[in-house]
């Protein structure tokens, strides 16, 4: 019979057909002894289709195209249930065939028997001059690559020395035979393979994997230097940028990267970031796997896509592992200078976050304590800005630049003064911090503080003589945002933020050691009230009382005194001739 009579205008076989293949298909399954003579019966269906339509993704995909390939598929009727979908043309799932998610799977009697391993009708199936590379529809299964799948080793030798392609890839995973060999190790068919001068030993899967690759990250060690041998490349990148070497460190082990470096790993080789090895080993804080890359002429300071080296990645941890790590990379040359694209070096990143012991290691490496990044931030204003008070003790004897501005003309002072940080302000102005220096919108450590709601700050710096009214929009340092983010949408003095704030003690503090508040006209307002007053009248009449009262001669006496003296308020004051009582007023020192 002619094949054209018995394929439907679909391209499938008709019912009787179907009905024969699937004799057939248990005839190769059960391997009866005259299996032969009932397929050379059925010589002129043997190449025709076994189709079966199942919906996208459902699992009867595999299971057809693998079937019978597992152990259970034999043991129970499992081996059975594939039969009525063949003769329907429709699988379990896709009974009522409406299913819009339409695929169709196609395999040959060959699939059949080179998953049951038999070596008879894959002979005859040669004899009969059929291909030996028929692929499933879906999968693209061939012959050989179920005979790796079961283990079928002389299966798999007569297929190569038949003619096989050895090199053929699944359609998911778009493995090679040689790497199913090496996933499910097989360790014969591994060398099998690697014997066959045909072999494309550096054939990529779906993920651009080498056999190599895959080695390694699987950790089959003892698979390295056959495959280098045969002509692996061990630098090759997958299609995440990165090479074996890179897959051995992500794997932490020793032995395996040791191997690949003496077997030709260049330990300099970046991913499609330009990130070493070394970078990803020093990420993970593992120190043993950056000490053997170091061992091995790793640059510690090559400079990755996103500007970073190793060394300011070290920094962002303060972990003892971590420590040990930023220790072996300076040890081994890293330059504690180079920056990132903001010009944050690696003493900016670690004063930033506050770890003590990776700033002391990069001063005594030689890292300057006051380089200063692209917005003029030094590890001072840094540590402050983060409140840091260890760091700021650590940095302060080296003489640094106290009074250091940032881009927004911000100082150390600033920041710890809105942080409510007392001990780091006292620290500052004791060796030397302007206590009354203003950034770009005006605003002042008195203004932060007040902002902060801080007493002792705002007492810290009236004995320093500061100006109390200077207005300001402020500034939220820690929004998240690239722009600046102010705090008002128009100046305000110390007190109307009081007046917000509803801060009565900090009110009263400021009122009773002098402020002038003739310029809060704002308190008179009825539209222009603060939210905190109007849940609080008696403040609000205090406040008022205060801006309608003229101040007390001995007040307008003693701010007469400060104006005078000015920042050397206390030693003037005690030059002079008068009273104690009557200067520990002026000096505000009873506070």
């Not at 040669?126 to 529809?137: F, Q, Y």
């Not at 770890?355 to 200063?372: A, E």
């Amino acid at each position: 019979m002619d094949t054209e009579d018995i394929i439907m205008d679909d391209g499938d076989p008709d019912l009787e057909t179907r009905r024969q293949l699937i004799e057939l298909y248990k005839v190769i399954v059960n391997q009866p002894d005259n299996q032969l003579e009932i397929l050379h019966t059925h010589r002129d269906i043997l190449d025709i289709p076994i189709t079966v339509e199942c919906r996208w993704r459902c699992m009867c995909i595999t299971l057809f195209e693998m079937h019978p390939g597992h152990n259970y598929d034999m043991e129970t009727d499992r081996y059975k249930m594939v039969y009525p979908w063949m003769e329907t043309g429709l699988c379990r799932c896709h009974s009522n065939g409406q299913h819009f998610e339409k695929k169709k799977c196609q395999k040959k009697l060959i699939h059949v028997a080179a998953v049951v391993g038999n070596v008879p009708v894959v002979e005859y199936w040669v004899r009969c001059g059929l291909s030996l590379d028929e692929e499933t529809t879906v999968s693209c299964f061939t012959p050989l690559f179920l005979a790796v799948v079961i283990n079928g080793i002389e299966l798999l030798k007569y297929m190569i020395q038949n003619g096989a392609d050895i090199n053929v890839t699944s359609r998911y995973e778009r493995n090679t035979p040689l790497m199913e060999a090496m996933v499910t190790r097989k360790k014969e068919i591994v060398q099998m393979l690697l014997d066959n001068p045909k072999l494309d030993v550096n054939a990529t899967n779906f993920r651009k994997e080498t056999a190599l690759t895959i080695a390694v990250r699987v950790r089959r060690r003892e698979l390295l230097p056959l495959l280098i041998a045969r002509g692996a490349d061990p630098n090759h990148v997958d299609c995440t940028g990165f090479t074996p070497l890179i897959h051995a460190v992500l794997e932490e082990d020793d032995k395996l990267l040791r191997l690949l470096l003496e077997l030709g790993a260049d330990v300099n080789k970046t991913d499609n970031r330009g990130e070493t090895p070394l970078h990803f080993a020093v990420h993970n804080e593992v120190s043993h796997i950056v000490s053997i890359l170091l061992e091995n002429g790793a640059n510690p300071n090559v400079v990755a896509g996103d500007s970073y080296t190793p060394l300011l990645i070290a920094t962002y941890s303060g972990s003892d592992d971590m420590r040990d790590v930023l220790e072996l990379l300076l040890e081994n040359g890293a330059d504690v200078n180079l920056a990132n694209e903001q010009g944050y070096a690696a003493i900016h990143i670690a004063a930033w976050n506050g770890y003590l012991q990776s700033v002391s290691l990069l001063l005594d490496h030689g890292s300057p304590h006051d380089l200063r990044t692209i917005d003029k931030n030094t590890p001072l204003t840094l540590a402050a800005h983060g409140k840091h008070p260890d760091i700021i003790d650590r940095l302060l004897p080296l003489n640094c630049d106290l009074n250091n501005k940032d881009k927004d003309l911000d100082t150390a002072l600033h920041y710890a003064a809105l942080n409510d940080d007392c001990s780091t302000v006292r620290r500052l102005l004791r060796h030397g911090a302007d206590p009354d220096v203003q950034n770009r919108v005006c605003t002042t450590p008195l203004w932060n503080a007040v902002h902060a709601g801080s007493v002792d700050i705002v007492k810290i710096l009236l004995k320093r003589n500061v100006t109390l009214e200077v207005a300001s929009v402020g500034i939220d340092q820690h929004a998240q945002a690239d722009e600046v983010v102010f705090l008002y949408s128009e100046p305000k003095t110390p007190m109307h933020v009081i007046g917000e704030k509803c801060l009565i003690e900090l009110g009263r503090l400021l009122i009773e050691s002098g402020y002038n508040m003739a310029k809060e006209s704002w308190l008179l307002d009825s539209k222009d009230i603060p939210i905190g007053l109007e849940s609080n009248e008696s403040f609000r009449q205090y406040l008022i009382e205060a801006y309608t009262t003229p101040q007390s001669l001995l007040i307008q006496s003693r701010n007469f005194f400060r104006k005078l003296f000015g920042k050397n308020v206390t030693v003037k004051t005690e030059a002079l001739n008068i009273p104690g009582p009557v200067k520990s007023y002026i000096t505000l020192k009873y506070l």
